[in-house]
């Protein structure tokens, strides 16, 4: 069975601080994807990015950078200079290769305050 | 490239009702995958659409079906509705099955079962 685990249910701080968002996932499989996604308060998931199992490579996109750790199954999102926009909830999940299910985490809710 | 659709966008029904949501696909989009999300239970696969057959379904009573087009719209329907139907059901589109494929996700459906 996989899963998905994000342990911080919230988050709030305050505009420009950095803040990190957790993953930790569980999967059998050797090949897998791992997402992350923001919903806004309109309820649309928007995809921010995507990393397979053996690509291990971090990435920097801008203000996001995600660090990916397969010896510690873990894919964190670092917001850098968070702003007010970035408020919202996120998500991280997994898909094998059941290519249309996705094993989502419990979301977390990220507030940035002025 | 228009995203994807989803009618209607927010929906009142009375437990014992029915209810179809449909969903269209970004154009050549060929799978369309069905969540549902709640405050309790977070965002759940539902089922997947490929070329008109379902693909894999996630764990929910029969009373959720649904279907695809040979257009790639689906719909879904959910018959003898009950309070803890009440969720966002979201509706993501990818060009093909395969893992590697990103998802792209609809504004969702808001169903409120009174």
């Known amino acids: 069975a996989q899963k998905v685990t994000q342990a911080q249910t919230e988050i709030s701080v305050v505009e420009k601080e950095d803040v990190t968002l957790d993953c930790v996932y569980e999967t059998r499989d050797t090949t897998y994807y791992l997402f992350w996604y923001k919903q806004p308060p309109s309820g649309e998931l928007v995809f921010l990015i995507r990393?397979?199992?053996?690509?291990?490579q971090n990435e920097i996109s801008g203000r996001y950078s995600w660090n990916f750790q397969k010896s510690t199954s873990s894919f964190n999102f670092t917001i850098t200079a968070s702003q007010v926009v970035d408020s919202a909830v996120y998500f991280c999940a997994l898909r094998n290769t059941n290519a249309g299910k996705s094993t989502f985490g419990d979301g977390t809710t990220l507030t940035v305050k002025p | 490239k228009a995203g994807v659709t989803q009618t209607p966008r927010y929906l009142i029904k009375t437990r014992g009702q029915q209810v179809t949501l449909s969903c269209s696909p970004i154009s050549g989009h060929r799978s369309v995958s069905w969540y549902q999300q709640t405050p309790g239970q977070g965002l759940q696969f539902l089922f997947e659409y490929f070329s008109e057959t379902q693909r894999n379904k996630g764990n929910f009573p029969g009373r959720f079906s649904g279907r695809q087009f040979s257009n790639s719209r689906s719909e879904m329907n959910v018959s003898t509705l009950e309070l803890g139907d009440s969720a966002l059901y979201l509706c993501a589109s990818s060009l093909d099955v395969g893992v590697r494929n990103e998802q792209f996700f609809g504004p969702g459906t808001r169903l409120t079962v009174l």
């Open positions: 990393r397979n199992s053996f690509d291990e």
